[in-house]
């Protein structure tokens, strides 16, 4: 619901722009997890037209705290002069 709002928003908050910051961090191979196989463009399109994230459990798991930081660093501060934007980054 957030991405769908800031893409609608024409936000610079985009799939990916986060596909980049993921790949800023390293995460163990053992996990498997594919950041371009999840945040490519036709899987990007994909879940926008859903409206939903597309990835297996342990995929977002591993990725979820690093989102974290993405909203609460990135996005937090880039929409809080938008308050209507905002209240989805939090």
Partial sequence: MCMNTLYTAKSA?????VRDYLN???FPKV???GIDRLFSDTA???NLKKGAF???ASEFLTIAPVLLVY???VCSQRHASNPDLLKYVL
Avoid: A, L, M, P
């Fill in 13 to 17: 908050t985009t799939y990916t722009e």
């Fill in 24 to 26: 800023s961090w390293r």
């Fill in 71 to 73: 909203f609460v660093r």
């Fill in 44 to 46: 990007s399109h994909n």
């Fill in 31 to 33: 996990y498997g997890i």
């Fill in 54 to 56: 597309g990835s297996t």
